[in-house]
């Protein structure tokens, strides 16, 4: 463990977070000091190369490698805000013209920035899994007694070293890295000190100052606040049938209006002599991590009277679909009247409106956040594997289908929810097909998640189609 305790002398902190003489913007004040704040007054207590004094540098490049602390620090509704105003000062440059009664001098305008008084005057930042070698933490102790300030030169503070837990001086409140944080605070990254030598060279020699370099920010859960929502992209054509369909037909509905689709592209907007865009089809790419459109069956499950049938449809195009593509699926979705394929179903087809019923066919259904998801279609494994997925697998899976990584999974052969689908494995699969495993599966994710979620080998045609639910609501079995 590394622990790094800061004190605020005065009770109070002064950082911009950007540069205001270029945005224009109001500044607001840095809150908590940042990771990379801290690594840069680390770096000028004793500098760097040849400029060392009572360390060798190499403490540094560790600090630099470790990932993003946790922060113990007031969260902002316990943090004050006093303004400075402006003010101008005298620059130390001969011109022509006078400042009052400072000959052949002019004024410049001084942004002091912003002013954080937080509850408790203590920020500490601790690296759980970091071991420094004695060396290294005795290193980092020299530093950190040549450390005078923080941010501006009016925030002094006393920074202790330590390789033990937090002292009960430091506050409750705990920022924490995680990809799904709202908080983005400047970090520490291999080759920072490089980046500064490098600056600090360039200004040496005279060269045009650089007042800028590379940050590398993190995302933090800022104490008190929820996560961020992950949402998958793309856009979304819901479609609504006058007559629900059987849920063991889900591939001949996706596979019908995917044909009924491509012909109306065909006719209304490519033309006899052009051509069907590759992410709408699915042809034409090799390689891994391409997305082309999918097409969901949409059925009635999830409640106590829900049968599986199927109420509606929807088209999904992924990010980066041409807008050419997405406009003209829009305009085949509105031509489309009727789906129907001969002696197995028929049914009236409109775009959804904004009714509320039925429930199975409203975009809320599918696109409620929830962090817990379960699969209405079963889904096709990616792989064979014995005896079943593991976590990791089931993650690689979400990968694969452009969703965060799972906290928990777990497997079935039967639905989890009544009107989930249990098909036999001629509905799942074509005769030409290869067969793989399937199970519906129930997955439980570290931050909301807001749909459609689709995992599987199959789900270009539906299968693997997941539903939220309630984090505690029950699921039969």
Known sequence: MLTIEVELLHGTFRASTHDVALTGLEDPGEWPPSPARLFAAFVAA???????????????????????PVIHADRPSNVTTSPLHERFVVVDKAVKNTVQDYPARNSSVARPGTRRSP?????????????????????????????????????????RVSDQPPTDRAPTD????????????????????????????????????RSWFRTQPAAYREPGRGVRTFRVGGAVIWLRFQTALAGRRILDVTETLRKAIFELYQREVAGED????????????????????????????????????????????????????????????????????????????????????????????????????????????????????SLEEVSLWCEHSGLPAPVAARLRRDPWL????????????????????????????DRPVTGPVMLGRKRQFGLGLFAPIDENERTDG
């Open 274 to 389: 052009g051509d069907l865009p590759a992410v709408l089809t699915g042809h034409g790419f090799v390689g891994r991590g391409f997305q082309h459109v999918h097409w969901l069956a949409l059925p009635d499950a999830g409640n106590p009277r829900s049968r599986g049938r199927i109420h509606g449809a929807a088209i999904w195009m992924p990010d980066g679909t041409p807008a050419e593509a997405v406009a003209g699926v829009r305009t085949a979705a509105w031509r489309l009247r009727e789906l129907v394929k001969p002696k197995v179903f028929s049914t009236e087809v409109a775009v959804h409106g904004g009714e509320a019923q039925p429930w199975a066919s409203h975009p809320r259904r599918w696109q409620k956040s929830s962090r817990r998801f379960v699969s209405v279609f079963p889904v096709v494994h990616e792989r064979f594997t014995r005896p079943r997925p």
């Open 119 to 159: 509850r408790h005057p203590h920020v500490v930042y601790v690296w759980p899994h970091a071991s420094p070698g004695s060396g290294t933490l005795d290193a980092l102790r020299l530093r950190a007694a040549r450390i005078g300030y923080l941010g501006c030169s009016d925030s002094p503070v006393r920074v």
């Open 418 to 445: 009544r009107g989930g689908a249990s098909l036999h494995p001629r509905e799942v699969f074509r005769a030409s097909d290869e067969r793989y495993p399937y199970s519906h599966v129930e997955l439980v994710f």
């Open 46 to 68: 004793d500098g760097t190369r040849d400029r060392c004094r009572v360390t060798d540098g190499s403490e540094l490049r560790f600090l630099e490698s470790q990932p993003p």
């Open 174 to 209: 705990l920022w924490e890295p995680t990809d799904a944080g709202t908080a983005f605070l400047p970090v520490p990254y291999e080759g920072l000190v490089d980046v500064l030598d490098d600056v600090y060279d360039q200004f040496r020699e005279g060269a045009t100052r």
